[in-house]
């Protein structure tokens, strides 16, 4: 069964949309495999944002994910990858299609609620820096 990581952002926790967030992926027909939280290091950071380290939005964006406490969550089932990327909508949620996460419950670009693996490679390199083997 594939695997996917999911965050759920700090602006998401803020708004205790925790349990909504993960209604939606379960009855999406997701499974959580495994789930934690934290408010986590500048180190994991760098280390799932490393595509981004030179991009002009990255201290920001850094910023404001140690501004409070996440969830990473560890989520399985049929194409779990593209199916997340899919309930959780576009980047922007202004341009996210309605009923996705991000369009329901994003503020920016930036406080989009929730993060979920590109693609496969994405997710088994994420699941490792956040869950380990
Ligand atoms: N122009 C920007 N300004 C501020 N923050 C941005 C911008 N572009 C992206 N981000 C932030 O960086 C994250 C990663 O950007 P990316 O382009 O990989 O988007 P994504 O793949 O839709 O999001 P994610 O990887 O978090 O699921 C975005 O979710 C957003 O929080």
Redesign the pocket.
Known sequence: MEKTLI?I?PDAVEKKLIGTIIKMYEENGLTIEDMYMCVPTEEILAKH?A??IE?D?YK??VE?MMSGKIVAVLASGENAVSLV?KI?G??NPKKADPCTIRYLYGS?????A?????VIEDAIREIEIWFGN
């Open positions: 965050l952002k944002y595509e981004h991009r939005f920001g964006l404001f990327r959780n576009a980047t920016g670009v930036q406080m989009n929730v993060h979920g693996s590109a």
